[in-house]
């Protein structure tokens, strides 16, 4: 018999060969398809929002929308230190980093992240109909504007037609 058993039974690796060769390479992730995923998820966001009719969640719907199309920035760049001293940083951390012309939009978005938060919560009162109708207008803009940098053909989505 090839190979042998090891004290507790188990054969080595000897027994069964190297693996076979795959006919092609598993390509590794292209940046660009994840940046383009994340704007699509982005635009899908968008959609989302415009079509919620409570506030809270046309917000919350809208800021992961903005979310997302900084992480298609972040995807599109150079890797970048995501962890000082053992703590993650986020996204509006990271932003201005790899695109300095996105520093004022790091800034607003991530102002906005505890208002996002109490608004998942379920926290009445924790987003005005005014409020969310801003961020959904400003989350917008935000994403063409990415797009743009990107160089991505904007893609709005189209509302899914409500079932007759």
Known sequence: MSGTTTARGVHSA???GPP???????????PAHTAVGQLHAARMGLA??????????RYVCAHLAALR?????????????????GRPRSVWV????????????AAFFAAGADKRAAA????PRAVTPREAE?????????????????????????PIPEAS
């Open 134 to 158: 801003e961020l959904l207008h400003d989350a917008e803009v935000f994403v063409t504007l990415v797009e743009d940098t990107l160089g991505v053909t904007s893609q709005p989505t189209l």
């Open 69 to 85: 199309a900084a992480a298609a920035v972040l995807a599109s760049k150079e890797p970048l230190e995501t962890h000082r001293r």
């Open 20 to 30: 076979a060769p795959r006919s092609r390479p598993m390509p590794a992730p292209r």
């Open 14 to 16: 000897a027994q069964f």
């Open 94 to 105: 990271l932003l201005p980093e790899a695109e300095p012309a996105l520093r004022e939009w």
């Open 120 to 123: 998942e919560a379920g926290l």
């Open 48 to 57: 989302e929002a415009a079509e919620a009719t409570s506030p809270a969640v």
